[in-house]
C-alpha cells in the first residue's frame, strides 16, 4: 500500500519559515520525481517545486522562486520543503506528489496558514 504523509505544516506569521516533510513508503522512492504541490481556498491546485530522483534538477513555481527550497534524501524516503519568507499569499494546503511513468500518488495534505 502506497502512502505519502506529509507534516510540518501551521500557522505562521508573515516573514516566518517552516519545513515540511513527506514520508513514502509503499514505492520504490529513488526511482520518483517527487513534487509539492499546493491549492488555496477557490483556487486550483498549482505546483510548487518538484525534484527528479538523484535530486539533480529542480523546479520551482515563479511565486515561490528564491523562497522555498525543495530536497529529499532517498536513504529515509523522505522529500523536505523549507519555506522561508512566508507570505498571506502562501497559505493553502499542501500536498506531496510521487510519480513514476504511469503511476502517479497523492498525499492527503497539510495545511499551512500565513497570518498575522
Known amino acids: 500500500q502506497v502512502q505519502l504523509v506529509e507534516s510540518g505544516g501551521g500557522l505562521v506569521q508573515p516573514g516566518g519559515s517552516l519545513r515540511l516533510s513527506c514520508a513514502a513508503s509503499g514505492i520504490v522512492f529513488r526511482f520518483y520525481t517527487m513534487g509539492w504541490y499546493r491549492q488555496a481556498p477557490g483556487k486550483q491546485r498549482e505546483l510548487v517545486a518538484s525534484?527528479?530522483?538523484?535530486?539533480?534538477?529542480?523546479n520551482y513555481g515563479a511565486s515561490v522562486k528564491g523562497r522555498f527550497t525543495i530536497s529529499r534524501d532517498n536513504a529515509k524516503n523522505t522529500m523536505y520543503l523549507q519555506m522561508n519568507n512566508l507570505e498571506p499569499e502562501d497559505t493553502a494546503v499542501y500536498y506531496c506528489?510521487?510519480?513514476?511513468?504511469?503511476?502517479?500518488?497523492w498525499g492527503q495534505g497539510t495545511q499551512v496558514t500565513v497570518s498575522s
Open positions: 506528489n510521487a510519480f513514476y511513468f504511469s503511476s502517479v500518488y
Open positions: 525534484i527528479t530522483p538523484t535530486s539533480a534538477s529542480t
